[in-house]
């Protein structure tokens, strides 16, 4: 390579290399596909180009097109190896994810660099989809950023099972053992969070390192005698991959029926977790009709036996009623089929997510529209679920969801595939949301459900928590008043006595009270037990108009109450 | 075969240590079958481009596996700019036959007629001419839905960029700021009447697993891939194939190198490189020491910082 490394060559052709052995070592080497995450400027694409750079993967017109450039001043950028967009290296920033790939003698690499921006979550979350691992960079100057916490969130709903926290620009804190020691504490406190709000537990490492000058990144440095762990390559070269589901209730979505003659029908497909052998017996969902295996018809020849991953096409011994969407599964292991589940959603869409707009589901090899309704959304910033029936681009919740037709499903902790969908806008054809099954529910809407209701639930259904609101006002600004909130499916109440305890007692059940005084002709509205009072002119129309505004400004209302 | 009996659903526990490790190859090949027949179970009209080069064999070999034992149930289309290799257009239509499938074959012939070539216009403008435009027009004279290219994310950085299902609006215009979602294997084939879906199959395989997969399943490829003594014009470290007349230089004579070319192209854009590869295992450990990307052989990608986002915006592969 043009540049001095320093270290030796990973793919040495000397004179002893022999072809054959190589090709023979490349046959056992396996896939992990991994995502970087983190806040801008964090480090993100320095540190894929440093790995790419430092395991000779880069050519050496890459390397030429790159020198000098960038905003790493005498270093080479090594971020402008992937930011591969004219847009990007103008602005020094990634906007779209960049796949790149690398190869030890170990293992090869998929790696989706991903871009930090809130505004480009959604291909942050593109790039985490499927991957085994990501790394989450956090700026040691800086510490946990909220970036952080929402890339980690996404990583952990998407199911990632290794979450590497790389603790970066070491360099500019003096290797400081402290530094990397609070920011893990405060990374776990939010992981444990992240665990219990998501149904995952991904296994979480630390490592501190600096992307620019390549310390612990592909091999353990000197500067931190402190740090006892793998650097970041040989970690990666040493976690579990996906693949190794096999052993998982076989599932095969299918996804194309072949027929070339009257006397062939062969089911095809992608095995997407488990083992099928030839005679076993299958069952078709959601139908429920069952048959055997007959054959495992590949180009290469027919098989006895398929595992997950690989691409198959069955033939079954009875002729039966089998289309694109159904699912195969083994007699005995059939997954729940329904109409209605729970599920997390990630929105990346500019339009918001609007119960009344029709989506249309894809799920494994099918499309179905269905029916969105929030449960609540998932505040990252403080750690808690808000009430709300809208999801705005880039925020996250949990909804419900009813499809049109019955669908066969998992939750999405069990299996990857049957348990992930994304939401169409059916008139824009955008894709809107990603969503990860929580739980299946039963499809009997007037089955008992004898769980106590909460005062989240009361306040997604009411759109709006329980508040007093103290209204001076003439009497038919207070009637028209309380009109309008009515109408706007409001749950208003108006103590007919000024009992002083009365209006607490309700507002704290939920409803939004309303006490009224006759306040001749100025209006002024004081909400809960803020001291501020607004003041409010012109007529009936106006002023009521006005009042609503408020409520919605001071997030009393949930504005889509507007439309209901 | 582990036959199962008496109708029993228990299948014996298999040894982990003979399933755990699929290899890469296998991997790649299943996620692109997948992809195959996703495309042609959701699209009115696919098509498949087939540019005859190793990328290109690799997609119609898992193209007949995907639909194995039935025919490939798309066309394929080859936009020819009149500079292909001999070689290279033998090779498609036999290679057309052999696998029984559909050829379609389009030409910017107004442009050809005129005289384009890379001499007289620059690079940009004759690919923009011979490639771009015949491609958008061949797309829409069949209202094709949706266009597979054998395009791989590791050739290029803005192709590092690419969805394997890349929307294309109305004009065929690849607008990278604005890409769809893609999220786990779940594709988004919904586009509106006039708009398209170029779909990568081969997004994730890398060069090298090109070659390993071609060696391994032993797929048939020019033969200009293979080092042999070839006519070349020698100017410096380049060697430019004598294939049309108007690359010499006035005076220029052939001399007979031993070489190849490690990507097809049109041959006044593409240089060969001096070569003893004559076998797979050598054009593989060939591929180890090179220090150069296969695209620094080609003209096309050098005019400018950045040409290859600019022609695949303007509705390139
Ligand atoms: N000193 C120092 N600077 C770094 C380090 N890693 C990245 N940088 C710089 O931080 C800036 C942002 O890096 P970049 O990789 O673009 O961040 P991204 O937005 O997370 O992809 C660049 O100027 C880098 O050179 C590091 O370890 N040490
Ligand atoms: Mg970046």
């Known amino acids: 390579m043009a540049c001095a490394l320093t270290q030796p060559d990973l793919h040495d052709v000397g004179t002893d290399f022999s072809i054959d052995a190589f090709l023979e070592r490349e046959r056992e080497k396996d896939l992990l596909r991994f995502s970087t995450a983190g806040s801008v400027d964090d480090g993100k694409s320095t540190l894929i180009g440093r790995l790419l750079y430092d395991t000779q993967s880069v050519y050496d017109d890459q390397v030429l097109s790159i020198r000098g450039k960038g905003t790493a001043g005498p270093q080479l ?87 590497i926290v790389a603790v970066n620009k070491m360099d500019l804190v003096d290797y400081d053992a402290e530094t990397f020691a609070s920011i893990r504490s405060e990374f776990e406190s939010f992981a444990r969070y992240a665990a219990a709000e998501s149904g995952h537990t991904p296994e979480l490492h630390f490592i501190p390192v600096s992307a620019l000058l390549g310390v612990n990144v592909v091999r ?55 083992t099928i052998r030839v005679g076993d017996p299958v069952t078709v969902l959601p139908s429920g009709r069952t048959s055997r295996v007959e054959r495992i018809v590949t180009y290469d020849g027919d098989l006895d036996v398929a595992h997950a991953p690989l691409s198959v096409t069955l033939t079954l011994e009875d002729e039966l009623d089998i289309s694109r969407g159904d699912l195969l599964t083994l007699a005995g292991e059939e997954t729940r089929v329904a109409r209605r589940f729970a599920a997390s959603l990630v929105w990346m869409d500019g339009r918001s997510l609007d119960a009344s707009r029709r989506y249309l589901l894809k799920h494994t090899s099918q499309t179905v529209p269905a029916e969105v309704r929030l449960r609540h959304r998932v505040d990252l910033e403080q750690s808690i679920r808000e009430p709300g029936r809208v999801l705005e681009m880039n925020t996250i919740g949990v909804a419900e969801i009813e499809t049109r037709r019955p669908i066969a499903l998992e939750q999405y902790r069990e299996n990857r595939t049957l348990g992930a969908f994304v939401l169409i806008d059916a008139e824009t054809n955008a894709t809107a949301g990603a969503g990860m099954v929580r739980e299946v529910l039963t499809d009997d809407a007037s089955a008992v459900d004898a ?59 939920g409803a939004l009270v309303l006490v009224a005084e006759e306040g001749g002709h100025s209006i002024s509205l004081r909400i809960g037990s803020s001291r501020a009072e607004s003041l409010i002119h012109g007529e009936t129309t106006k002023a009521v108009a006005s009042l609503l505004r408020l409520l919605r400004e001071s997030n009393v209302l949930h504005h889509q109450e507007r439309t209901r | 075969m582990l036959p199962t009996e008496n109708g029993s659903t228990y299948s014996p526990p298999i040894p982990l240590s003979s399933l755990q490790r699929v290899s890469h190859l296998r991997l790649l090949e299943a996620e692109s079958i997948h992809i195959l027949r996703e495309v042609a179970s959701e699209f009115e009209r696919p098509v498949m481009l087939y540019s005859i080069g190793k990328d290109s064999s690799v997609m119609l070999r898992l193209a007949q596996k995907a639909f194995f034992p039935g025919p490939i149930p798309f066309p394929l289309l080859h936009i020819d700019t009149g500079f292909k290799f001999q070689e290279m257009l033998a090779f498609r239509d036999a290679m057309a036959r052999a696998v029984g499938a559909e050829l379609l074959v389009w030409r910017n012939e107004p442009a050809i007629a005129a005289g384009t070539n890379p001499i007289v216009l620059d690079t940009k403008r004759c690919c923009g001419l011979l490639k771009t435009q015949a491609l958008l027009d061949a797309l829409k004279h069949y209202g094709f839905d949706a266009a597979f290219g054998g ?25 990278p700021k604005n890409q769809r979602p893609e999220l786990w294997n779940l594709y988004n084939s919904r586009v509106h009447p006039g708009e398209s879906i170029r779909v990568f199959p081969l997004s994730n395989w890398t060069e090298m697993d090109v070659w390993q997969y071609i060696h391994e399943e032993e797929i048939p490829i020019v033969d200009l891939y293979f080092a042999k003594p070839r006519p070349m014009y020698v100017r410096g470290e380049a060697l430019l194939p004598v294939e049309q007349a108007f690359v010499a230089r006035l005076g220029e004579k052939p001399q007979m190198v031993r070489s190849r070319l490690r990507s097809l192209g049109c041959s006044p854009c593409t240089g060969a490189i001096r070569s003893d590869a004559d076998t797979l295992p050598k054009i593989i450990g060939e591929l180890l020491s090179f220090r150069s990307s296969e695209r620094a052989n080609r003209v096309i990608d050098h005019d400018q910082e950045g040409s290859m986002e600019i022609k695949k915006r303007e509705g390139y592969f």
């Open chain 1, 77 to 163: 950028d090594f971020a402008l190896l992937t930011d591969g967009l004219r847009a990007e290296r103008e602005q020094g920033i990634t906007i779209d994810v960049a796949y790149r790939y690398f190869s030890t003698p170990r293992r090869k690499f998929i790696i989706a660099d991903t871009p930090g921006h809130e505004q480009y979550t959604r291909n942050m979350a593109t790039g985490a989809s499927t991957a085994d691992a990501a790394i989450v960079l956090v700026d040691a100057r800086k510490g946990v950023l909220p970036q952080s916490r929402r890339h980690a969130y996404i990583a952990t709903l998407l199911g990632v099972r290794h979450i």
């Open chain 1, 451 to 509: 769980r106590p209701v909460t005062a989240l639930e009361r306040a997604t259904r009411w759109g709006h928590a329980g508040v007093v609101l103290r209204l001076k006002a003439p009497s038919s600004v207070a009637n028209a008043f309380e009109r309008a909130l009515l109408k706007a499916g409001v749950f208003v109440v108006r103590p007919p006595d000024d009992d002083p305890t009365t209006p607490g007692v309700l507002a704290a059940a």
């Open chain 2, 151 to 175: 395009a791989r994310r590791d050739e290029e950085k803005s192709r590092a960029k690419e969805r394997i299902f890349s929307f294309r609006d109305g004009a065929g215009q690849w607008d």
């Open chain 1, 220 to 274: 353990v440095s000197d500067e931190t005698p402190w740090y006892d762990g793998p650097a970041l390559l040989e970690l990666l070269e040493s976690l579990p991959t996906t693949v190794g589901s096999e052993i998982a209730p076989f599932r095969l979505p299918i996804q194309h029926v072949i027929r070339p003659h009257q006397g062939f029908r062969g089911f095809a497909g992608q095995i997407a977790s488990g």
